[in-house]
């Protein structure tokens, strides 16, 4: 299994609302980040993905704020693979600042279609990215 570091996002200045705290919206795009980064990390990038014609949109998103940050604050973000099921995937996200508090946990939900939009099984079309997506989430212990 191959190890994930964790993400880490430094909120910028234009991320912040007049109170000076980071706009709720901007942790769905830290998501985003993660998720890029942690599929790059296992060896499948957004690139490698769209050369064998997978896509992943997104279906759904769940986010708890449990705190909050502000410009320059460091976010770790953690990201784990709870369910992998052929045409969907769900993962978890657990977001902490510099001080080890979690001010964000979220969860979304894909699915897999090929470039004409039709759904696909990933463990008949794309078995080697199906195997690394069930070996990351055996690994996390989830």
């Not at 909120?11 to 980040?33: A, F, L, P």
């Not at 449990?66 to 052929?86: M, R």
């Amino acid at each position: 299994m191959q190890e994930v570091q964790p993400y880490i996002h430094k909120v910028q200045y234009y991320e912040t609302d007049k109170m000076g705290i980071t706009h709720h919206s901007n942790y769905v795009r830290w998501m985003e980040e993660a998720r890029v980064d942690y599929l790059s990390q296992i060896g499948w990038d957004y690139a490698r993905l769209e050369e064998v014609g997978v896509i992943s949109p997104v279906v759904g998103v769940d986010v708890r704020y449990k705190g909050s940050t502000a410009f320059s604050d460091a976010v770790t973000i953690v990201v784990k693979i709870l369910e992998c099921k052929g045409v969907r995937l769900k993962l978890s996200y657990e977001m902490k600042n510099e001080a080890g508090k979690t001010v964000c946990e979220a969860t979304s939900e894909h699915c897999f279609i090929n470039t004409e939009g039709r759904p696909i099984r990933l463990e008949k079309t794309q078995p080697d990215f199906y195997a690394a997506l069930v070996e990351q989430m055996e690994g996390s212990g989830v």
